[in-house]
């Protein structure tokens, strides 16, 4: 049993960091033109091989939802601006105070994994086993472990992973293999957010160093002329999200008749933001013996709808964690309503909040908190669907390299950000859905690390 903690005053104990064991120095990259053409080979035959079958459910259950007779608080218009409908999480409108309260989480969140493979095992190329050295990837993780072998021979798969799993350079690996074999190919990687999809490329530009494999991130939002040209030359990859993909497709600048991988990152947030009939228009003309690869967090039954119209005797493979929630301790603060502001200032000023996402309602009051944060001598960032795209860019960018230790964020734009050693998410406005609280709080604690989130609640 726990007590509720002192009026205005936060009682959450910071646990205490640990470096990750993984070093990740900034790899070149390079986008040289190449040869106008493109041609679709690609013919390769279905390996039924496998054996991989581990379709653990996703089952695990939560740590709330912890009766103790506490306050609930109705979250009522505290939600962000969400772009997309058809939205099938769990709204809750109001919350028992103990979900935001663990103040002892687990300390050994998992058990570590042992893999079966190590990196030059895998029969990849050569020069994508120095890359991965070079990156300081050592070891695969149980995503890598166990895709990278059934990718490599040919088959679809269904990848049931969070982000921080290293699910991009699972399914990038193999295939970057597969299209130093042969050059033709053309991978097509769609993605719920223009964050993630840059993300991705820039990932893929980390372990292509030299191999003259070119990539176009199509993403809305941005202006759409550099991409018409990107897609004029020869590409290897194209990255985007389903919106601009479509809308490239209808310019006839894509033409996915040639794509001979499609990989769906994600595919759990795309339908979330509303992207079915895009992401259906999208694959309809992928050739059927284009390799489909699958990568999501949950399992719904729109997903396994796509999946049944789309892949091909697929393989699943889950390694969702248990419940990230249980290693990320959570208290709550409370606050007065005059001093919500000054005590957020208070809290950040603390040497331990070195990095802090703070989550907030409103496009307006995201960007109205990060002003005033920067006027009390808070380094600060926003993003919010009310910023360009190069402005968000800017704003990540400076928050992930340290100019700034605070980033100001509605729930939508912060989709997909991964950065590394968040100390802290705060809750400034309460999430509108549970879904929306455990992805916010997500974003801290990632890999091996400990993570803290706070939520303000009125006293
Ligand atoms: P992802 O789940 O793809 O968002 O990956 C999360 C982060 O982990 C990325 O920054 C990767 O560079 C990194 N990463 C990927 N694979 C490994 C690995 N086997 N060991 C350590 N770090 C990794």
Known sequence: MYQLPPMNNNEARGPQRRSSSFSRPGGGGQRSS????????GNRPRSSSGGYNDRRPSGGSSSYGRSGGQRSYSSGGSRGGRSGGGRGGRQ???????????????????????????????????????AVTAMGIEIPSAIQDQVIKPILEGRDVIGLAQTGTGKTAAFLLPTI???????????????PTRELAIQIEQELRKLTPHMKLFATVCVGGTNIRPQISGLKRKNHFIIGTPGRVQDLMERGHIDTRQVTTAILDEADRMLDMGFIHDMKAILKDVPQDAQTLFFSATMSKSIEGLVHDFLNDPLTISV???DITESITQDVVRYEPHHKFDLLVTLLSKPEFSRV?????????VEKLGQELMKAGITAESIHGNKSHPQ????????????????????????????????????????????????????????????????????
Do not use: C, W
């Open 392 to 459: 968000r860019q800017r704003a990540l960018t400076r928050f992930k390299g340290g100019q700034v230790k605070v980033l100001v964020a509605t729930d939508v734009a912060a989709r997909g950000i991964h950065v590394d050693d968040v100390s802290h998410v705060i809750n400034y406005d309460l999430p509108g859905a549970y879904e929306d609280y455990v992805h916010r709080i997500g974003r801290t604690g990632r890999g091996d690390k400990r993570g803290s989130a706070l939520t303000f609640v009125p006293a």
């Open 177 to 191: 293999h597969h299209t130093l074999e042969n050059r033709n190919r053309l991978t097509l990687i769609l993605t």
């Open 34 to 41: 190449g040869g106008a053409s493109r041609g679709y080979v």
């Open 92 to 130: 809750i409108s109001t919350f028992d105070v103990s979900n935001f309260i663990n103040r002892n989480p687990i300390v050994t969140a998992e058990a570590a994994y042992v893999p079966t493979h190590t990196f030059a095992e895998f029969g990849l190329a050569p020069e994508i086993t120095r």
């Open 320 to 322: 969702r964690k248990k």
């Open 357 to 365: 996402i703070i989550f907030g309602a409103m496009k307006h009051s």
